[in-house]
């Protein structure tokens, strides 16, 4: 019922940065966070960041805050992730995914639908 698409992955340079989207549609009413996650070669799946579809209560897990950025377009039913200052150790699948939580969830298990996932590279 909730379709999300990611895109925007792609190569760029350590210190660089890069901006990837996630297309929200389907019916997405009661799934008020939005979020994003991340799973490097061989590693499980990590929680990144996530936002109230509404706005505000933006959170990021503690190694990345003050270089990602989440943030989304209700208008256009779009989720964003800023990576500024980007480093090797970045490079991962990044997927968005939807959940039913209003409080702050990083679990795989509290979101409900998952894109495909676009894949980042950050060489040295």
């Known amino acids: 019922q909730v379709q999300l698409v990611e895109s925007g992955g792609g190569l760029v340079q350590a210190g660089g940065s890069l901006r990837l989207s996630c297309a929200v549609s389907?019916?997405?009413?009661?799934?008020?966070?939005l979020g994003w996650f991340r799973q490097a070669p061989g590693k499980e799946r990590e929680f990144v960041a996530a936002?109230?579809?509404?706005?505000?209560?933006?959170y990021y897990v503690d190694s990345l805050k003050g270089r990602f950025t989440i943030s989304r377009d209700n208008g256009e039913n779009t989720l964003y992730l800023q990576m500024n200052n980007a480093k090797p150790e970045d490079t991962a699948v990044y997927s968005c995914?939807?959940?039913?939580?209003?409080?702050?969830?990083?679990?795989?298990?509290?979101?409900?639908?998952w894109g495909q996932g676009t894949q980042v590279t950050v060489s040295s």
């Open positions: 995914a939807a959940s039913r939580s209003l409080g702050q969830p990083v679990s795989t298990y509290d979101y409900a639908y």
């Open positions: 389907g019916r997405t009413f009661g799934f008020y966070t």
């Open positions: 936002i109230r579809w509404s706005g505000g209560n933006a």
